[in-house]
C-alpha cells in the first residue's frame, strides 16, 4: 500500500519569458564550459603561452599556426554553444503561441504539456537540477534541460527539485 503522505500530487501553470530562455543558456554555458571545465582553460592557456614563445622566438611555420589555432578552441567552442543554446531557446519561445505550459507531477514523473505539444519524464532520468532566479533547470542528461518557472510553483514541486540539488 502506498503512503499517501509520500505521493504529492499537483500541476501548475508555467509563464515562460525570453529572458527565462537566455539566462538559462547563459548560466549552462557559464556552467558547464566555465565553471566544470576548468582543465579545458588551462591546456588552452598553456597551448596559447606556446604560441606566442613559437611566435616571438621565430618560428613560423605550419606547426606555429596549429598550436596558435588549438589555442582558440576553447574560445570558439563558448562562442558556438553560447549561440546555439541561445538560438535553442528564442526558437523554441517564438514558436510557442503562448508561453505557458501546464506542468504536472507525482511521485513517479513530471509532465510538459504546451502548444508545442506534451512530455512526460520519470524521475529516475532527471539527472541534475540547477535552481537560478525565478526558474528551476531540470536535466535530462548532461546537454538536455528543461526550465521550470517558479512563480506558481506548488511547493510539494519545490521540495521534490530541492531533493535533486
Excluded at 616571438?56 to 558556438?80: F, M
Excluded at 541534475?128 to 510539494?156: K, T
Aim: charged share 25%.
Amino acid at each position: 500500500m502506498i503512503d499517501a503522505s509520500q505521493t504529492s500530487e499537483g500541476s501548475y501553470r508555467a509563464c515562460y519569458t525570453l529572458e527565462m530562455g537566455r539566462d538559462a543558456a547563459k548560466a549552462y554555458v557559464w556552467r558547464r564550459l566555465f565553471a566544470e571545465r576548468k582543465r579545458y582553460w588551462i591546456v588552452g592557456g598553456a597551448t596559447g603561452v606556446y604560441a606566442i614563445w613559437l611566435f616571438w622566438s621565430g618560428e613560423r611555420d605550419w606547426l606555429t599556426g596549429v598550436v596558435a589555432a588549438v589555442a582558440t578552441l576553447p574560445i570558439w567552442l563558448v562562442i558556438l554553444a553560447w549561440s546555439g543554446f541561445s538560438a535553442n531557446e528564442v526558437a523554441r519561445f517564438s514558436r510557442m503561441k503562448e508561453p505557458v505550459a501546464e506542468i504536472a507531477f507525482d511521485k513517479e514523473s513530471l509532465s510538459f504539456k504546451s502548444d508545442l505539444g506534451s512530455a512526460q519524464v520519470p524521475w529516475s532520468q532527471v539527472t541534475e537540477v540547477w535552481q537560478r532566479p525565478g526558474y528551476w533547470m531540470i536535466f535530462w542528461s548532461i546537454n538536455d534541460f528543461n526550465i521550470l518557472p517558479d512563480e506558481n510553483m506548488p511547493e510539494a514541486l519545490r521540495r521534490k527539485l530541492r531533493d535533486k540539488l
